[in-house]
């Protein structure tokens, strides 16, 4: 079974220009999660997306943070303007259906690691 | 609020001698518990995780935590440390009333020393 794919990597921009991540949940996953992860901390959620709809957005810094799953399946995460601080590993996550009825265990692909000059 | 502690941010263990990484939390509900692990530049793997059945929960790579209500701990162990172990480790609550959301703990860092 395929993991969850991110793209890019590694990103290395100037602040106040834009970027853009994307992820591939793990096939037949409901539920997909964004993460950022600052150097030292436990990953903090952004975003968590049911099928196409949005879950949580409440700690989405959304006047820069825009995030999309437009058919339900892989999602784009945009920053603009970057700002220093948005420096840090951005982590897709997948799940089942944790509205099923139990939580379930959320995959975690391999992150992209974000620096912002 | 539900919350999760970890009581160490580093432990330093020699090869071949036991582990043990502390976790504390906090929840309303009866809570369901995980242990995530994370090596350099790699992405998090799940080591273990409780959901209310058996209290002693076995993982991979000989890991195993208990959960013990009494206390609200959920401490992560292993007999015998190996140079591959070093790397993060999080202590996770998920909330039934969030729709499933993770808590995190700060994270330990494993230290293996030759």
């Known amino acids: 079974e395929a993991g969850v794919a991110q793209s890019p990597r590694y990103k290395i921009i100037e602040k106040r220009q834009s970027v853009a991540f994307w992820c591939n949940p793990i096939s037949g996953h409901a539920t997909l999660y964004w993460y950022q992860q600052i150097l030292g901390q436990g990953p903090k959620l952004l975003i968590q997306?049911?099928?196409?709809?949005?879950?949580?957005d409440s700690q989405l810094p959304k006047d820069r943070f825009s995030a999309e799953r437009l058919k339900g399946v892989d999602s784009t995460l945009k920053i603009q303007p970057a700002k220093l601080e948005d420096s840090a590993v951005y982590l897709c996550a997948s799940s089942l259906d944790p509205l099923a009825g139990s939580p379930d265990t959320q995959y975690f692909g391999p992150g992209t690691r974000l620096t912002v000059l | 609020a539900q919350s999760v502690t970890q009581l160490d941010s580093h432990v330093s263990v020699s090869e071949g001698t036991p582990v043990l990484l502390r976790c504390n939390y906090s929840s309303s509900y009866s809570p369901s518990l995980f242990w995530y692990v994370q090596h350099p530049n790699k992405g998090l793997q799940l080591l273990l995780k409780?959901?209310?059945?058996a209290t002693l929960v076995k993982g991979i790579n000989g890991f195993e935590a208990e959960f013990k209500k009494s206390e609200t701990s959920f401490h992560l162990t292993k007999p015998s440390a190996h140079m591959s172990d070093a790397a993060e480790y999080f202590c996770?609550?998920?909330?039934?009333?969030?729709?499933?959301?993770?808590?995190w703990g700060a994270g330990t860092k494993l230290i293996i020393k030759p």
């Open positions: 997306f049911q099928n196409n709809g949005v879950v949580d």
């Open positions: 409780y959901t209310s059945a």
């Open positions: 996770v609550v998920s909330l039934m009333d969030s729709n499933y959301q993770l808590i």
